[in-house]
């Protein structure tokens, strides 16, 4: 039987992946601005990159990442909307 500090690393990298995912989907939308494409993508570089720390650190280093994402002011409505499910899914994510 998997113990709990397994079962919460899997979850956390369940949830990392759900993130990412979601992080591609908007990064691949070429409606949306080069420059916020550009953010996404290096937050996503940062998230995946295991040297930056445990899966929890990379989580909050991306919701800092991401909280600058949002403030330009000419994001589209759902874009901000996504990104806030995904710093939510990120928050979620706990050593």
Known sequence: MASKK???EKENQ?????AIITLDTIAR???IQRNIRNMIR?????????????VSVRAA????MLD???QNPQ???HIRTMIW???STLESIRE
């Open 14 to 18: 369940g949830r990392l992946s759900n």
């Open 42 to 54: 290096e937050v996503m570089t940062a998230v995946k990159d295991e040297k930056n720390g445990s």
């Open 29 to 31: 939308n070429n409606n």
């Open 6 to 8: 397994e079962l919460r």
């Open 85 to 87: 499910q995904v710093v």
């Open 68 to 70: 600058n994402v949002t």
């Open 75 to 77: 994001m589209q409505s």
């Open 61 to 64: 280093n991306a919701i800092s």
